[in-house]
């Protein structure tokens, strides 16, 4: 079973920029394709950004030119650079495994990490 650690989150303005990390456990994370999933109050989780085992990646049009995914396969972890943030990117954030076409996961949840923007 594939443990997930999302860090990472906080409290920043309008505005601001935030580095979101997930560490993942085992040996094959290279293989894996990945993606960051967010869920705001009263909404479903939805992915905001994915990045293929090879290393190509696509976003939500909402997030397109703000965030940035990436992964470091010697570490285990991929990452999410998250710039020019807004109030509406509140949400708990999460990553996952996933289908390579498909925002569907093959792993359990994780803790996820709080993002709040607000002044």
């Known amino acids: 079973q594939v443990q997930l650690v999302e860090s990472g989150g906080g409290l920043v303005q309008p505005g601001g920029s935030l580095r979101l990390s997930c560490v993942v456990s085992g040996t094959s994370f290279s293989t894996y394709h990945m993606g960051w999933y967010r869920q705001a109050p009263g909404k479903q989780r939805e992915l905001v950004a994915g990045?293929?085992?090879?290393?190509?990646?696509n976003y939500a049009d909402s997030v397109k030119g703000r965030f940035t995914i990436s992964r470091e396969n010697a570490k285990n972890t991929v990452y999410l650079q998250m710039n020019s943030l807004k109030p509406e990117d509140t949400a708990v954030y999460y990553c996952?495994?996933?289908?390579?076409?498909?925002?569907?996961?093959?792993?359990?949840w994780g803790q996820g990490t709080q993002v709040t923007v607000s002044s």
């Open positions: 990045i293929t085992s090879g290393g190509s990646t």
């Open positions: 996952n495994r996933k289908l390579l076409t498909s925002s569907i996961v093959l792993g359990s």
